[in-house]
């Protein structure tokens, strides 16, 4: 099991950038793959993007490729999603989540740990 903190989100206008960060608990956070994953008022959680345990591997929802990058430090235990152009649908919690061996899975049930989410909210 391995414990998740978010940060980095907050207010921003329409074409800003924002980094979140997760930072996790545990030695074995290079074993994890992580994702991050939004939620706004009213939907069903989604996933933005995806890391393999080794870094190796990314995935990313069509509706951020090419504006988000998902990283990993594993000396430093945190995922990063740096997000740039946002616009004002990227408005959501924000979570990051751990999914042991994995390899950066779209899938919300693969994924065994989660943090408490940080909003981001983009305005027009």
């Known amino acids: 099991q391995v414990r998740l903190v978010e940060s980095g989100g907050g207010l921003v206008q329409a074409g800003d950038s924002l980094r979140l960060s997760c930072a996790a608990s545990?030695?074995?956070?290079?074993?994890?793959?992580m994702g991050w994953f939004r939620q706004a008022p009213g939907q069903e959680r989604e996933f933005v993007a995806g890391?393999?345990?080794?870094?190796?591997?990314?995935y990313y929802a069509d509706s951020v490729k090419g504006r988000f990058t998902i990283s990993r430090d594993n000396a430093k235990n945190t995922v990063y999603l740096q997000m740039n152009s946002l616009k004002p649908e990227d408005t959501a919690v924000y979570y990051c989540a751990a999914d042991l061996w994995g390899s950066g899975s779209p899938t919300t049930s693969a994924y065994s740990d989660w943090g408490q989410g940080t909003q981001v909210t983009v305005s027009s």
């Open positions: 890391i393999s345990w080794s870094g190796g591997s990314t």
């Open positions: 545990g030695r074995t956070f290079g074993t994890y793959a």
